[in-house]
Each structure stands twice: as C-alpha cells, then as structure tokens.
C-alpha cells in the first residue's frame, strides 16, 4: 500500500490540529505557549448522582424561591468547602460543599448533583509550539517553525527524543545488532523491520520512537502493542525510506523530534505525526513559586475548572516570595469570579505573561 500524498514541510511554519472525537472540555486560549504534555482538551462521564436536600439545610418553608439563596449556578463545577447557599438574617445559614461535583439543577425542593468523573478521552499538544485558533468544545490549532512529515500509519502513541539513524548503507534494517543502550530514550529511524521478535525486544531500551519506511502488514498488530510510538512513512509492507522522508530526517539527525499518533483507532482519519522544530525546547526551570505574587493572572491547567482564568488572591502560609522550603503541598488561593474563589495546588496552575 503505497502513500503518494504525505505531506511535508522541509523547513517552514507547521500548524497542527488537536480535536476531541466529540465535544468536551477546550483548556486552553489562543497566543498560550505550550509544551508537549500540556492539556489541549478532555472529555469525561459521570459515575454517580447526589441530592442536596437545600430547604432542610437553610431552613427555609417549601413554597420560598431556592433560587434566591443560591452562589451557584447550573453547570457550575463546585470544589470542597466552595459555599452553594446562603441565608442571611437574624439566624444566618450556611451551606458548603462536601465532595467536588458539578450542579445539575434543582428537583423537588433538592439540588441534583453528579461527581466521579471518569476521562474518557484527552488530547494533549505533543511538541512546544503556540495556540493559534480554538474550536469551541473540540480543541485547538497548534504552531511552531521546523521541518514536519506525515506518515500512513501509527499505533496510537505520543514520544519524543534524539533522532537518530540506522546504517543505511548497511540496508537500513532494525536489527538485533541495533538494540543497545544508544536508542534509550532516542528517536530511530530506518527502512524497515523485518523480525517481529526484534521489535519486541528492542521495548527493553526504552526508545523515544521509532521511524520505519515500511512494515509488513504482520508485523503491524507488535508495533501497534509497543510502549513507545512506532511510525511508518511510506507504504505497509517491504521497502524503504523514500527519498524526500529520508532527506528531511537525515537533515534534522541529532535534533529533538516529537512523534504524535492519535490512539482512536480506525475512527480518527488523522495521520501520525512527525515534528522536529527548529529551536529546541527547554523545559522552564525556574520556580513559579519565586515569581507568583498576589494580582497574577493564571490559567488552571486541569480538574473542575480546567482550562478557566483566575487572579491570585492570596499565597497561603509558607508561600511567601522569600521562602526557602518549597513544598509539594503548596497551595495558592484563586478568584474565578465574584462568586467563586478555590484554592489550589501550584502544580496546578500556570502563569499568563500579560505583554
């Protein structure tokens, strides 16, 4: 099965789609840098459903309007000690959250509740590169300058590493003899494999991916069950590297490439992908402790409100700037909106450099 239609950039601007198969929950903003693990879009399913019986707790008669007592709005995701009612007066009431969950409406008097969300499916950048556009509810274009290659088959996996090449001079084919501590953590490419036992065995190194020109078809359902993302290039069955693939991967050998194959199976029609930008990325060192202060805008990265703007309010006890014990637990409470303030882990949170 040959592929005459790959597409191929040498050197030049890539954009890249990230869909959801269906809609869900879009986490990030155009002009947001991302790196490759970041959450581009999710979906989930709820397990359960809880009612909140609100005119016991507020103590209020059958016939008065819930609505008026509320904080919350239908929808809403609502966090552990976030308050969902309030009665003022002479006897003031309370009502907070249990348990995370997000509110459905009001039956009967009671709030309806769902919780336990379970992923279903969640799509993630898989290089370094900027947001250029978002589709509501399904996700999101991605940019970045380099070389880029499409190939005609991948088994579902996302990677990324050194590119490096087998001795094509020698056939190019992956071989017992290339299995050795140079692929770990590498990206290899080469014409093809020919010994399914091979491929199996090579998963002992660890390798960031592997490139084939070719795969017969039976070798197919070993790669498709490989740690790591295994691409073909050019056809299903044997051969090699065609010219134009093997120029642009011989070019980038030695710089970081980034390899992306959905995992929908038979019902995504995307490509895989192979990235190499042009600058390398490198991962932000520097401590977001050390440079959060209150007034900071930030985007929260996952959970209920994933996805969603807030302000800095307050950096909660041992997060001063001038703190020299950095803790896993370190927290920082966040204003969504006049309503709605959560506290969070800063693991949890990025900041939004405002030019």
Not at 9 to 25: K, P, Y
Not at 165 to 173: P, R, T, V
Not at 315 to 338: F, H, T, W, Y
């Amino acid at each position: 099965m040959k592929n005459s239609s790959t597409k191929i950039i040498t050197s030049g601007n890539i954009c890249c789609s990230r869909f959801l198969s269906e809609d869900g929950a879009v986490t990030v903003f155009p002009g947001q840098a991302v790196d490759p693990s970041t959450q581009i879009a999710y979906r989930k399913i709820w397990r359960k459903h809880f009612l909140m019986n609100i005119t016991e707790m507020l103590e209020i008669s059958s016939d008065e309007n819930i609505r008026d007592y509320l904080t919350i709005k239908e929808g809403e995701f609502i966090s552990v000690g976030e308050v969902i009612a309030k009665r003022s007066g002479k006897k003031t009431q309370v009502v907070t959250a249990k348990i995370s969950s997000r509110f459905l409406g009001i039956s009967s008097g009671s709030l309806i509740f769902e919780t336990d969300p379970d992923d279903v499916e969640n799509v993630i950048a898989g290089f370094p590169g900027v947001v250029t556009d978002i589709v509501p509810s399904r996700g999101a274009y991605l940019e970045t300058i380099g070389s880029y290659l499409q190939g005609i088959w991948g088994n579902g996996k996302k990677g990324q590493g050194i590119l490096l090449s087998m001795d094509m001079e020698k056939g190019g084919i992956f071989g017992l003899d290339n299995i050795t501590v140079d692929i770990a953590g590498a990206i290899v490419f080469a014409n093809t494999c020919l010994d399914p036992e091979v491929l199996k065995s090579s998963a002992k190194m660890s390798p960031g991916g592997l490139i084939f020109g070719s795969l017969s078809s039976s070798i197919l359902p070993i790669a498709m069950k490989m740690p790591f993302p295994v691409i073909v290039t050019d056809l299903i069955g044997v051969g090699r590297l065609s010219d134009p693939v093997h120029m642009v991967l011989g070019e980038n050998i030695i710089r970081f490439a980034y390899l992306y194959s959905s995992s929908n199976g038979t019902q995504n029609t995307q490509r895989p992908e192979i990235i190499i930008p042009q600058e390398e990325y490198v991962p932000e060192s520097e401590s977001l402790l050390k440079k959060l202060k209150t007034g900071d805008q930030i985007r929260i990265i996952d959970g209920f409100h994933g996805g969603e703007l807030g302000i800095v309010v307050e950096l909660l006890p041992g997060m001063e700037n001038d703190s020299e014990a950095l803790s896993e637990m370190d927290r920082v409470k966040v204003c969504i909106d006049q309503n709605t303030e959560i506290v969070l882990p800063l693991s949890n949170i990025e900041m939004i450099n405002v030019k």
